[in-house]
């Protein structure tokens, strides 16, 4: 069992930053696989940046050269830095990792932080 907590969502204008944060209760290390998501209202939760054990990341289009996501292992927490923010990027974050024992997946989910981009 892994669990999530994020933090670090609110109000922001356009072109502004924010810096999401995941702590995991589990070392990162023993996780295969970390990603945020995000869902709008009346939308599909959507991937927004993933990133592998091996540290190769992977971004929606929608997002590339304005997000970046790390981890800092010691601190088994993983980061999401959002610049150039637009209001289309007002959603719920969602931080999830994923956990391959023996060929079965486990997914875990963090809570959600709100982010919302408004002038």
């Known amino acids: 069992q892994v669990r999530l907590v994020e933090s670090g969502g609110g109000l922001v204008q356009p072109g502004g930053s924010l810096r999401l944060s995941c702590v995991a209760s589990a070392s990162i290390f023993s996780i295969n696989a970390m990603g945020w998501y995000r869902q709008a209202p009346g939308k599909q939760r959507e991937l927004v940046a993933a990133?592998?054990?091996?540290?190769?990341?992977n971004y929606a289009d929608t997002v590339k050269d304005r997000f970046t996501i790390s981890t800092d292992n010691a601190k088994n927490t993983m980061y999401l830095q959002m610049n150039s923010l637009k209001p289309e990027d007002t959603a719920v974050y969602y931080c999830?990792?994923?956990?391959?024992?023996?060929?079965?997946?486990?997914?875990?989910w963090g809570q959600g932080t709100q982010v919302t981009v408004s002038s």
């Open positions: 990133i592998s054990s091996g540290s190769h990341t």
């Open positions: 999830h990792a994923r956990k391959i024992i023996q060929l079965t997946m486990y997914d875990y």
